[in-house]
T-cell receptor, first 114, second 116 residues
Framework: GNSVTQMEGPVTLSEEAFLTINCTYTATGYPSLFWYVQYPGEGLQLLLKATKADDKGSNKGFEATYRKETTSFHLEKGSVQVSDSAVYFCALSGSYSSASKIIFGSGTRLSIRP | GAGVSQSPRYKVAKRGQDVALRCDPISGHVSLFWYQQALGQGPEFLTYFQNEAQLDKSGLPSDRFFAERPEGSVSTLKIQRTQQEDSAVYLC??????????????FGPGTRLTVL
């Protein structure tokens, strides 16, 4: 079945460091891929998404590119801030339906030191 | 505009009690999803409604779990005879179904259930 595997945390970086959180997936067909973020004390928010191969999703300085050949969707940011401290979830949803369940990875906790 | 709301935000139940968790989706959203998030884990799918029809309940862990959306808007997740392993955050999400690619789901703040 469909699944998502993401880098285990916690990840601790200094402010302005480069961030990569790895994510790979297993799926049949052509799923859509997502990164969700959960800030302390808040609900899940969609950070970015990509719906087909080679698409790049971007938001708030974060980027991820849908790589079908490597079944990956790694999250990157060039210069992290303390306010980026949160838990990040890689996720996918099904290929052929227009509204389908999301399958999440286990999450990566990111802490940024000032 | 208002987002997805859930109530109560926190619920403590004694083992064996029944609980009911409510979700108010974004107005006009056709699709509604329930997820269960255990501590330190990603959310896991429980069930999905399109309007009032429950189209997928494959994620419900046992027959103690029951969900309904009788008028195609508000939804209730009911857990009968709660067990300690039911302790988790229960998330509701809604989406405006489109005819194209999978639609963005908007999540509520969740209900944290603790079973003692």
């Amino acid at each position: 079945g469909n699944s998502v595997t993401q880098m285990e945390g916690p990840v601790t970086l200094s402010e302005e460091a480069f961030l990569t959180i790895n994510c790979t997936y297993t799926a049949t067909g052509y799923p859509s891929l997502f990164w969700y973020v959960q800030y302390p004390g808040e609900g899940l928010q969609l950070l970015l998404k990509a719906t087909k191969a080679d698409d790049k999703g971007s938001n708030k300085g974060f980027e991820a590119t849908y790589r079908k050949e490597t079944t990956s969707f790694h999250l990157e940011k060039g210069s992290v801030q303390v306010s980026d401290s949160a838990v990040y979830f890689c996720a996918l949803s099904g290929s052929y339906s227009s509204a389908s369940k999301i399958i999440f990875g286990s999450g990566t906790r990111l802490s940024i030191r000032p | 505009g208002a987002g997805v709301s859930q109530s109560p935000r926190y619920k403590v139940a004694k083992r064996g009690q029944d609980v009911a968790l409510r979700c108010d989706p974004i107005s006009g959203h056709v699709s509604l999803f329930w997820y269960q998030q255990a501590l330190g884990q990603g959310p896991e799918f429980l069930t999905y409604f399109q309007n009032e029809a429950q189209l997928d309940k494959s994620g419900l862990p046992s027959d103690r779990f029951f969900a309904e959306r009788p008028e195609g808007s508000v939804s209730t997740l009911k857990i009968q005879r709660t067990q300690q392993e039911d302790s988790a955050v229960y998330l509701c999400a809604s989406s405006l179904v489109s005819s194209g690619s999978p639609d963005t789901q908007y999540f509520g703040p969740g209900t944290r259930l603790t079973v003692l």
